[in-house]
């Protein structure tokens, strides 16, 4: 009943359930574009060097929507109605501790804390994103350039994180760790109770696409359950930590999938752990195998002073 590949597979293959999880990523990549421009204009002068990076992902991530989009029309399909209580963007926004998406919709200029923040949360959703796309990428065989339309935007979530990665190795060396150590954590911490919250509502929504009986939803809600308090426990200890990403492999026609999540899980992570093969989800609900990163620290306490890969 539980079978995880098989899980999935049910999932992906059937048309209303496909059709929802790439409505939810269509509609989190596009919403996410816009405000990552906007942000972009924001950054104060003394972080000026961040902006162009800000906004160029924020136009690959508007890509990204018009590719999930024209990815549906392929299939026959319309976009779906996104449910509020699935949309993890915007739950990991209400509940994170980023105000640069406060300030951007009053046009406030955002002070260096914000410019850190915001590197935090993009942090913490990238690495979900990538784990779970990295999931993914080997096992839509069965629609017409779904994958590589997965492994086009696995790859932009990957250099997204190294960059935020970079980006906070930079405050750290400007002797700001303990600030970096405590964004992380912030932002780990809400990324996972908003990802419990969207895998709740997504593995609800499915159930009722696919008839899934009420025992199964139960115990398909548990893990979900389960895996928010382990991670919990794991991204309390892990969140201050960063490392560089290793190497993405290409992901064959089939199997590509598992190389992938092992070296996502040998370097990559949102500090929120990991995410169960029984959780359906779509780009908002990626899974970071291991915290929001290592190495902040080297072992004799002081800042890293290393670049991480992409």
């Given amino acids: 009943m539980l079978r995880r590949r098989d899980l999935l597979r049910e999932v992906l293959d059937d048309d ?20 990552s421009r906007r942000i972009a204009a924001l950054v104060p002068q003394g972080r000026r060097e961040l902006a162009p990076a800000m906004a160029r992902y924020g136009e690959i991530q508007e890509r990204h929507a018009r590719l ?87 790859r932009a979530e990957r250099e997204h994180l190294a960059w935020c990665r970079e980006g906070m190795l930079g405050f750290a060396r ?53 895996r928010y308090a382990c991670e919990r426990l794991a991204g309390r200890r892990r969140a201050v930590r960063l490392d560089p990403l290793p190497p993405l492999p290409e992901p064959g026609p089939e199997h590509g999938s598992e190389p992938a999540r092992d070296a996502v899980r040998a370097g990559s992570g949102s500090g929120s752990g990991a995410q169960s093969d029984a959780e359906p989800g779509a780009e908002h609900g990626a899974e970071p195998c291991e915290g929001p990163g290592a190495g902040l620290r080297t072992p004799s306490g002081e800042a890293a002073t290393t670049s991480p890969g992409a």
């Fill in 16 to 35: 209303a359930s496909f059709r929802l999880l790439c409505s939810l990523a269509a509609a989190a990549q596009a919403r996410n574009g816009r405000e």
């Fill in 174 to 226: 400007a002797g700001h760790v303990a600030a970096v150590e405590l964004v992380l954590e912030e932002n780990a911490l809400a990324e996972a109770r908003a990802h419990r919250d969207a895998a709740l509502a997504v593995l609800a929504r499915t159930g009722h696409l696919l008839g899934w009986s009420m025992a199964r939803s139960v115990v398909l809600e548990g893990g979900v359950q389960v």
């Fill in 68 to 154: 999930l989009a024209g990815l549906l029309a392929a299939c026959g399909l319309e976009p779906a109605e996104v449910p509020p209580e699935a949309d993890h963007a915007a739950l990991l926004e209400l509940r994170g501790s980023c105000p640069a998406h406060a300030r951007m919709r009053c046009g406030q200029p955002l002070s260096e804390r914000d410019v850190l923040a915001h590197l935090a949360h993009g942090h913490a959703a990238s690495a979900r994103a990538a784990a779970w796309l990295a999931r993914l990428a080997g096992r839509l065989s069965g629609r017409p350039g779904a994958g590589e339309a997965v492994r086009e935007i696995l």
